[in-house]
Nanobody
Framework: VQLQASGGGLVQAGGSLRLSCAAS????????MGWFRQSPGKEREFVAA????????YYGDSVKGRFTISRDNAKNTVYLQMNSLKPEDTAVYYC???????????????????WGQGTEVTVSS
């Protein structure tokens, strides 16, 4: 699976952005899909994820109620809608995929086998 993340940019605090992650591969719908972020000097942080079945979603505590993950299996694309953005959301955002993850491992960045190149999000105050 190859992943291509896009949609990052510069936005003012309180604004919105939608990130996209386009995936290659015919079995996209069977993969757990996740979004992570990393800012300078900090560890990679879990943001949101879909279970392999697509029936369950998971969110990091810092983004609950503001971010929404969705997927379009027909387009092999996962989205991250980010609303009410804060300066602390500034980071490089990465999408990731894995065909075997179980729910208990879905928030661990080191559990994912496939990664996109990252897209940068900057939120100004």
């Amino acid at each position: 699976v190859q992943l291509q993340a896009s949609g990052g940019g510069l936005v003012q605090a309180g604004g919105s952005l939608r990130l996209s992650c386009a995936a290659s591969g015919r079995t996209f719908s069977r993969y757990a899909m996740g979004w992570f972020r990393q800012s300078p000097g900090k560890e990679r942080e879990f943001v949101a994820a879909f279970s392999r079945s697509g029936g369950s979603t998971y969110y990091g505590d810092s983004v609950k109620g503001r971010f929404t993950i969705s997927r379009d299996n027909a387009k092999n694309t996962v989205y991250l809608q980010m609303n009410s953005l804060k300066p602390e959301d500034t980071a490089v955002y990465y999408c990731a995929a894995d065909p075997r993850l179980i729910s208990s491992s879905i928030t661990g960045w080191d559990e994912y086998d496939y990664w996109g190149q990252g897209t940068e999000v900057t939120v100004s105050s």
